[in-house]
T-cell receptor, first 113, second 110 residues
Framework: GAVVSQHPSWVICKSGTSVKIECRSL??????MFWYRQFPKQSLMLMAT?????????EQGVEKDKFLINHASLTLSTLTVTSAHPEDSSFYIC?????????FGPGTRLTVL | GQQVMQIPQYQHVQEGEDFTTYCNSS?????IQWYKQRPGGHPVFLIQ?????EVKKQKRLTFQFGEAKKNSSLHITATQTTDVGTYFC??????????FGSGTKLNVKP
């Protein structure tokens, strides 16, 4: 099946700093990628839809200035958590859209101290 | 987004027992997908159901889509310890957006 990678797999940062997470589709081109966050023991919550060459579409309640998304190429989307705070600590997962389903990256665990 | 509820939230079974998780929606679903997420891992696609009343099988897993397309179920026969994980249903929306159900966490005791 298709492969999606994420980098880094985990990151610890200080409150107030910004963190960039990369999502790459390794063996196919993805015009659309999605970003989810998952709190412990909870479901995946869709944050935003990342469209190659255009602005991302954010779900209701997600701050676009807080979570910056860039989809500059057909194989790379980035999520930047700006001015991170402890409540931003979570598991962030990206996915890339395939013909019938979506393929998930391995996730990035962010801990903000 | 669509509200898709799953029950039960948790299920503990003895190895060899059967397991079923249910996904319910107040509105008609265009389709339903099922995913499995192992502890510490990411969701892995299992199957997609589209047709009313559809039933699909994958070895010990049986997936059903309700006649009214408002509910779906995943049944595992004779669970094994390798079945441990959280099972999510998800509905596919426009432009391949997916909204996930709340998930059912399965624990299998050997």
């Amino acid at each position: 099946g298709a492969v999606v990678s994420q980098h880094p797999s985990w990151v610890i940062c200080k409150s107030g700093t910004s963190v960039k997470i990369e999502c790459r589709s390794l063996d196919f081109q993805a015009t659309t990628m999605f970003w989810y966050r998952q709190f412990p023991k909870q479901s995946l919550m869709l944050m935003a839809t990342s469209n190659e060459g255009s602005k991302a579409t954010y779900e209701q309640g997600v701050e676009k200035d807080k979570f910056l998304i860039n989809h500059a190429s057909l194989t790379l989307s980035t999520l930047t958590v700006t001015s991170a705070h402890p409540e931003d600590s979570s598991f962030y997962i990206c996915s890339a859209s395939g013909p019938d389903t979506q393929y998930f990256g391995p996730g990035t665990r962010l801990t903000v101290l | 987004g669509q509200q898709v509820m799953q029950i039960p939230q948790y299920q503990h079974v003895q190895e060899g027992e059967d397991f079923t998780t249910y996904c319910n929606s107040s509105t008609t679903l265009s389709n339903i997908q099922w995913y499995k997420q192992r502890p510490g891992g990411h969701p892995v696609f299992l199957i997609q159901l589209v047709k009313s009343g559809e039933v699909k099988k994958q070895k010990r897993l049986t997936f059903q889509f309700g006649e009214a397309k408002k509910n779906s179920s995943l049944h595992i026969t004779a669970t094994q310890t390798t079945d441990v994980g959280t099972y999510f249903c998800a509905e596919r929306y426009n432009f391949n957006k997916f909204y996930f159900g709340s998930g059912t966490k399965l624990n299998v005791k050997p």
